[in-house]
T-cell receptor, first 117, second 112 residues
Framework: AQKVTQAQTEISVVEKEDVTLDCVYE???????LFWYKQPPSGELVFLIR??????QNEISGRYSWNFQKSTSSFNFTITASQVVDSAVYFC??????????????FGQGTTLQVKP | GAGVSQSPSNKVTEKGKDVELRCDPISGHTALYWYRQRLGQGLEFLIYFQGNSAPDKSGLPSDRFSAERTGESVSTLTIQRTQQEDSAVYLCASSLGTVEAFFGQGTRLTVV
């Protein structure tokens, strides 16, 4: 069965600190997709990144970076030089690929990040 | 509109009443999903539509929950005989199938 685990329930940092949000997944599929979404206090989920299982190259987008390691089934998310506006709940999600790909997402429980000024 | 639109944004209902939640997906998006998010929890998948058919209803928690979709347009999630445990935010998302899903702002349902 597919499962996503975000072991960190809440993280609190001071502005400008770096912070890493952990995500571990389980799937029997060889083709799958991994996602990160941000949910600010307004409630709407904001798409951050999509990565397929064949692309283990790490990605950087501004202050955000992602580390995908198939060997440990992890897809961790790092925010460099955090800002107060980064305060939100962050969700990691998994979607099966191949012929079974419907786009249906299995979400982790989320990590609440609080960045204090 | 440009994004996924859900209505109402908030709904308070009495236990035992029926409610209908509406989702307008992004125009042209063939796939539509309903999720439920209980307070402090992650998102639970409820149902998936491809066009107006629902090949995956595996997440509907009971037969009190049902959903319809008109073509590749509006979807309605209906909860009959609401219970207090149905209180949650109900989120709708749409996509072109295999790429990222775009979410609406959700309907916050409170059953009193």
């Amino acid at each position: 069965a597919q499962k996503v685990t975000q072991a960190q329930t809440e993280i609190s940092v001071v502005e400008k600190e770096d912070v890493t949000l952990d995500c571990v997944y389980e799937t029997r599929d060889t083709t799958y997709y991994l996602f990160w979404y941000k949910q600010p206090p307004s409630g709407e989920l904001v798409f951050l990144i999509r990565r397929n299982s064949f692309d283990e190259q790490n990605e950087i987008s501004g202050r955000y970076s992602w580390n995908f390691q198939k060997s440990t089934s992890s897809f961790n998310f790092t925010i460099t030089a955090s800002q107060v506006v980064d305060s939100a709940v962050y969700f990691c999600a998994l979607s099966e690929g191949g012929s079974g790909n419907t786009g249906k997402l299995i979400f982790g429980q989320g990590t609440t990040l609080q960045v204090k000024p | 509109g440009a994004g996924v639109s859900q209505s109402p944004s908030n709904k308070v209902t009495e236990k035992g009443k029926d409610v209908e939640l509406r989702c307008d997906p992004i125009s042209g998006h063939t796939a539509l999903y309903w999720y439920r998010q209980r307070l402090g929890q992650g998102l639970e998948f409820l149902i998936y539509f491809q066009g107006n058919s629902a090949p995956d209803k595996s997440g509907l928690p009971s037969d009190r929950f049902s959903a319809e979709r008109t073509g590749e347009s509006v979807s309605t999630l209906t909860i009959q005989r609401t219970q207090q445990e149905d209180s949650a935010v109900y989120l709708c998302a749409s996509s072109l199938g295999t790429v990222e899903a775009f979410f609406g702002q959700g309907t916050r349902l409170t059953v009193v």
